[in-house]
């Protein structure tokens, strides 16, 4: 097996991550282009096309990849926990790093506009399905959103947004490693 680099961390593994990067990426500016180029798509439909794909099909995608990746290891030798844990965390942190990195310095650089159209369109969400509930639990949220100088995209929010992805890597790989070890696949 030849290792990237010091952390033991294998070419396949960084390669599948990189491919997690560049596949999140293609789905962000596909959405992007097709919500810029087409009069059709409104600004609450971008935002509601935008929280579909991140909330349903790159989880899948990312536990997808991180599976394909262990399989391949697995299929040759029965593996340990901490081994199909790696195998399983490391592409997905690789490539969510990577994109998630590289669309918070777009939206904080070139893509403003696009940023006031995810911002415009929560807000239409919101206005056209009121939830009285949420809306008097979070009246600063409700106030920030409707604010056009609110950045959706700042460092506190990077952070924050990392960490429940990390979780959810972090909770992947241990069912992965879980149900999968000291098997061959």
């Known amino acids: 097996m030849v290792y990237f680099c010091r952390m033991n961390i294998s070419q396949k593994s960084f390669r599948i991550g990189i ?3 560049m596949i999140t ?3 962000f500016f596909l959405l992007l282009f ?3 180029t087409q009069g059709r798509m409104t600004e609450a439909q971008y935002f509601n096309y935008s929280v579909m794909i991140s909330c349903f099909l790159l989880p899948a995608i990312y536990a997808g ?3 394909y990746n262990i399989y391949g290891e697995a299929s ?3 593996l340990g926990f901490r081994h199909i844990w790696r195998l399983s965390f490391v592409p997905m942190f690789i490539g969510g790093l990577l994109s998630l990195a590289a669309i918070f310095v777009f939206f ?6 696009a940023e006031d159209s995810l911002q415009r369109g929560w807000y239409d969400l919101m206005t056209a399905n009121p939830n009285p509930e949420f ?4 009246p600063d949220l409700v106030k920030a959103m409707s604010d056009p100088n609110n950045n959706m995209f700042s460092w506190k929010v990077f952070f924050i947004s990392f960490s429940v992805i990390l979780f959810f890597y972090f909770l992947i790989s241990s069912i992965f490693a879980m149900f999968l070890k000291n098997r061959r696949l």
């Open 108 to 113: 904080n650089t070139s893509g403003s506009w």
């Open 25 to 27: 990426m293609l789905l």
């Open 65 to 67: 990849f991180a599976f």
């Open 135 to 138: 809306i008097e639990k979070n």
């Open 34 to 36: 097709v919500f810029s």
């Open 19 to 21: 491919s997690l990067f």
């Open 76 to 78: 040759i030798r029965p």
